[in-house]
């Protein structure tokens, strides 16, 4: 069994930072993509930025060069730091990962509030 629990989150004004970090733990054999998705109230889940154990990253559009990507595959760490944060950024944040056990599976964080308020 595989967990993943993010930390980090929180209550930030408008054109602040936060970090969120993601951890693995249990059987893991490797991880390849570590990705941050985030759920505002009423909207689709959607992705802001994706790592490949490569180090390939992506990101959406709205969060460029603001938002980095990072990971630490010694300890199986995802991290996201945001910067310049925008109301527009309040959601839940989550963290996936695709672990192999060997075999591979999707796992999930449970999610950690982010909100940019005045």
């Known amino acids: 069994q595989v967990q993943l629990v993010e930390s980090g989150g929180g209550l930030v004004q408008p054109g602040g930072s936060l970090r969120l970090s993601c951890a693995a733990s249990?059987?893991?054999?490797?991880?390849?993509?570590m990705n941050w998705y985030r759920q505002a109230p009423g909207k689709q889940r959607e992705l802001v930025a994706g790592?490949?154990?490569?180090?390939?990253?992506n990101y959406r559009d709205s969060v460029k060069g603001r938002f980095t990507i990072s990971r630490d595959n010694a300890k199986n760490t995802v991290y996201l730091q945001m910067n310049t944060l925008k109301p527009e950024d309040t959601a839940i944040y989550y963290c996936?990962?695709?672990?192999?056990?060997?075999?591979?599976?999707?796992?999930w964080g449970q999610g950690t509030q982010v909100t940019v308020s005045s």
């Open positions: 790592s490949a154990r490569e180090g390939i990253t």
């Open positions: 249990g059987n893991i054999f490797s991880i390849t993509a």
């Open positions: 996936y990962m695709v672990v192999g056990n060997p075999y591979y599976s999707h796992y």
